[in-house]
């Protein structure tokens, strides 16, 4: 019963780290199917982000500091995003007034959705790192992975060397976090593979609900090729390591500045 109770404390914390991206989901599932008024579905969506983002921060949901975490993720989204569009790797192909090159605005939030649940998982979970890899060694592979989703259309693709470099880096590297008070463990390899599987997951409900269209989906929805399961394994170690390191440096200027009153 000990397990159960952990289990359901566990499952209740990722549910609230998880009230972004479920509030992004049910949207793009009614205005699939509800008839929506005086703008375009594209349009809507990004008012419904908006506001979510509103009122998570004006409820303490989200803290200033996620806040600045998630908007960052949002412009990394939509440079990747304007990229990938005019390459032909996947479409928008409603109409909207918030259109940008093909791209509508909304589609930054759901990267930054799943930031917003790596800042609140982090913090409600009390996550610490531990063994984990020197900043330079982090920041470099992160860049590394980031630019070869550009890189790949005109040179080879490297992700595969790229996933193992992220073994090699990250081998000893564990993820400490807490439930209930008592504390657990995991390996950070094994963290990514399984958000990143989950956000396959979700990837296959989003085009379901034509939030994107991938060139294998123009006639009628299939489900989306489990090759990209890699793809988001090593976009969310991305995610990962620019949240790990920006809390990183926080956790450094807070000690500081508490140092320092200590010794005033």
Known sequence: MSAFHQLVR????????????????????LTKIIPLPLLPRYDWLLIICLLMQWVMLRSG???????KVITLFHLIGLALELFKVHMGSWAYPDEGYTKFFGVPLYSGFMY???????????????????????F???????????????????WIDVRWWLS?????VFWNAWVRYEVGGKSYRMPIALSFVLIGFF??????????????????????????????????????????????TLKQVKGAVVESEFNEKMDA
């Open 199 to 244: 956000i396959w997951v979700a990837e296959n409900i989003a085009t379901f609900f034509g939030a994107w269209q991938y060139p294998n989906q123009r006639d009628a929805w299939s489900l989306v090729h489990l090759g990209k399961v890699s793809s988001w394994l090593l976009l969310v170690i991305v995610s990962f390591l620019i949240v790990a």
């Open 164 to 168: 193992g470099l992220v073994l090699i």
């Open 10 to 29: 566990f499952g209740w914390q990722q549910a609230l780290s998880c009230l972004f991206p479920v509030v992004i989901f049910a949207s793009l599932a």
């Open 112 to 134: 930054a959705s799943v930031a917003s649940y790596l800042c609140q998982a982090w913090r409600r979970l009390r996550v610490e790192l531990v063994d984990w890899p020197p």
């Open 136 to 154: 330079w060694v982090a920041a470099a592979l992160a860049a590394a992975i980031y630019l070869n989703f550009f890189v790949h259309h005109f």
């Open 61 to 67: 949901l989200e803290t200033k500091d996620e806040l």
